[in-house]
């Protein structure tokens, strides 16, 4: 009965959605009210008869209904219950309704915080949102039944891919769906302002607190997708360029290039064609990341479904969305007057280049994943697009990027001063190139680009810091700027927005170093070890001591034993595992890694490689040392970090400013 209860609120949801995105748009053409208010019943009812079928399912799954196809097809009765929850997500069709259920969130959020908006704007952004869900709803309803039944009931149900069966990747969809939903908020603000007509600095206010949380969210869920392949697939690395990877990176690009560009539209005026057309296209790149997911295009660990009728389902969707969205753009694009014009020296200046070099990066991104495909279908022919394109195009896009970066917050509005500008960043620049030479010398034979990442990284760093402290005045702590009395006072009363900047932008330059010294000066030892055997890894010594066979929840592993040492003194007691999972039946590896400021030791244990019972059993082992790899990770949280700090500056967490009387439509910048 409870599966039925959840597939009936699904199909109200379905009903609410259709008159979400129909009555509300007619009455805001009509000026009638009443219409319009409809919009804010039906975003809180769908909310809640999707959260009741999402529950349903989850039940489902907790209890292991194997009455249910969707639970045969991907629980088992001897899952970790974390495992069981987490399976509802962990396949097609529970990641649909977990889509659903993010996107009816995010418009009733719209609808409890969007009180300060224009009744008739309001109505048409939850219209376009609840037009948005409508297509998904009718997706899941016609091809991706998460409730279908199955008869005869199974004893036992087939589990969930045990490299799924991960904390990482339990909370990697959410957290990434929630970035991926979330800028269908931005798409909505701005289809609804090009059909008033309307884009100016009071929308931009409303835009970036949206796109702000969505950018949080995709920055966690890149995030813990790439810490999940670093120590779950046991080959060491943590971005491999995989075309689902990069249907998550794309759209985060074009976000941040969106948060920048809204900046512009808010203080100046300007650029208001612009990032409504970033709006459009970071929710486009979304979709687009679903339909390479869900198509059977790709074939990846994280791909969902292999059925062709459900893409060409999506694709027809997407170009709904895409087409008739961009048409709308073309037809009314041109009232969109450009504001203050400003010098190409100048904060919006860099901005502009900013979103430039964005915009180039992520047409080369997308390029190298859809080129294969594209020549696959038109001629047949099979390519694969690396590691090697991706870094020789990504890569040197990043380096002016990153200077910009550190310049930006350091230029004026409208019109930048050259010499001044200079004068404060001059001791940044030489500390920037001793930290290259230094790297240089320490590491003669490179590589060059290894160089130049830490000089950056160094550089952007510095400059972020430098801007800091300028604003608290903390480099000149005289009479006059009320000593450290008066710095103190400065910080708190220091806008959360710079905060937050700061925070991403340190966070952005610590993440470049840990990328550049993991990537370029990792130690790497292969070979095949009996116990007692010693390997030398970077001046670490690691000492084999054996394999052991230990038993879990719903696996049987091998757990190898490993003492690192430093010159005589013990660091850590490593144990990677090799598990065998019974259902399904599959092998998978568990590195053991041991993270110090300095790096990574990493080891995973391979296959026993028995060469005779004179010499005992012997195994295969990989062992690393990778400098500097936890800063990676330090520097995504710190970037994540100020993301939550610039989001509890009010201007941002309101979306709108504060009412004033006497001003057309009710409100004002303040």
């Not at 300007?270 to 390479?292: C, D, E, M, P, Y």
């Not at 594209?374 to 099979?382: E, Q």
């Not at 610039?646 to 004033?660: C, Y």
Request: hydrophobic share 50%; glycine share 10%.
């Amino acid at each position: 009965m409870t599966v039925e209860i959840g597939h009936f609120s699904l199909i109200l949801a379905f009903a609410l959605a259709v008159i979400q995105g129909s009555l509300p748009l007619w009455g805001a053409v009509r000026s009638d009210r009443r219409l319009m208010t409809v919009a804010s019943g039906a975003a809180i009812g769908q909310l809640l008869f999707v959260v009741i079928s999402f529950l349903c399912l989850m039940n489902a799954y907790i209890v292991s209904d194997f009455s249910v196809l969707n639970v045969v097809a991907n629980s088992h009765s001897q899952k970790p219950l974390l495992y069981k929850i987490s399976g509802v997500w962990g396949n097609h069709e529970g990641s649909l309704l977990l889509w659903v259920l993010i996107l009816a969130l995010f418009g009733a959020a719209v609808d409890l915080w969007g009180r300060n908006l224009p009744l008739s704007f309001k109505a048409r952004v939850l219209g376009v949102q609840a037009l948005i869900a409508t297509g998904f709803y009718l997706f899941i309803l016609l091809t991706s039944n998460p409730f279908e039944r199955v008869f005869p009931v199974p004893l036992e149900g087939r589990g969930l891919n045990p490299l799924l069966q991960d904390p990482g990747l339990a909370f990697h969809p959410p957290f990434l769906y929630l970035g991926y939903v979330g800028l269908s908020i931005a798409f909505s603000f701005a289809v609804a302002a090009l059909i008033e007509g309307r884009v100016d600095p009071v929308w931009a206010r409303w835009v970036r607190p949206w796109t702000l949380a969505a950018w949080v969210f995709l920055t966690i869920g890149i995030a813990l997708g790439s810490w999940w392949a670093y120590y779950e697939l046991g080959w060491g690395g943590w971005w491999f360029w995989d075309p689902v990877e990069n249907a998550s990176f794309m759209p985060w690009l074009v976000a941040t290039a969106l948060l920048h560009s809204a900046i512009v539209v808010e203080k100046r005026d300007s650029l208001k064609s612009w990032t409504v057309l970033l709006a459009i296209i970071a929710f486009s790149f979304s979709l687009l990341g679903t339909f390479l997911v869900r198509s059977g295009v790709l074939t990846s660990v994280h791909a969902f479904a292999t059925d062709p009728e459900r893409g060409v389902f999506i694709l027809i969707f997407l170009c709904l969305v895409i087409g008739g969205s961009l048409t709308l753009y073309a037809l009314k694009s041109g009232q969109l007057q450009p504001g203050g014009l400003f010098a190409p020296f100048s904060r919006e200046g860099a901005l502009v280049f900013n979103n430039l070099l964005l915009s180039v990066s992520t047409a080369t991104v997308l390029l190298g994943t859809l080129y294969p495909l594209f020549l696959d279908a038109v001629t047949g022919d099979k390519v694969s697009v690396g590691p090697p394109y991706f870094n020789g195009t990504f890569i040197p896009l990043m380096i002016p990027l990153v200077i910009a970066m550190g310049v930006a917050p350091h230029l004026s509005w409208k019109r930048a001063d050259v010499g001044a500008v200079w004068g404060r960043l001059r001791v940044v620049s030489v500390l920037s190139v001793i930290a290259a030479l230094v790297t240089a010398y320490l590491n003669s034979k490179g590589p060059v680009m290894a160089v130049a990442g830490v000089g950056l990284g160094v550089w952007l760093l510095l400059a972020t810091l430098q801007d800091f402290f300028a604003k608290l005045r903390l480099t000149s702590l005289r009479a006059e700027s009320g000593g450290l009395q008066g710095a103190a006072k400065r910080v708190r009363h220091l806008p959360k927005s710079v905060w937050g900047m700061t925070f991403a932008h340190g966070g952005m330059a610590i993440l470049i170093l840990g990328v550049t010294a993991s990537s370029s000066w990792q130690t790497e030892v292969l070979d095949i070890v009996k116990p007692g055997d010693v390997l030398h890894v970077a001046g670490y010594d690691f000492t084999f001591t054996g394999v052991e066979p230990v038993a879990g929840p719903n696996y049987t592993a091998l757990r190898g034993h490993i003492q690192v040492t430093k010159n005589g003194v013990a660091v850590k007691a490593l144990q990677p595992e090799s598990r065998t999972y019974f259902n399904p039946p599959m092998e998978t590896t568990e590195a053991a890694i041991h993270s110090m400021p300095g790096g990574d030791l990493f080891a995973v244990v391979g296959e026993r490689q028995t060469r005779g019972e004179a010499e005992g059993d012997r195994w295969a082992v990989r062992l690393y040392h990778k400098p500097l790899l936890p800063w990676l990770w330090a520097g995504a949280a710190l970037m994540v970090l100020g993301g939550l700090v610039s989001l509890t500056d009010r201007r941002l967490r309101v979306g709108a400013p504060k009412k004033r009387m006497g001003h057309h439509g009710g409100t004002n910048a303040h």
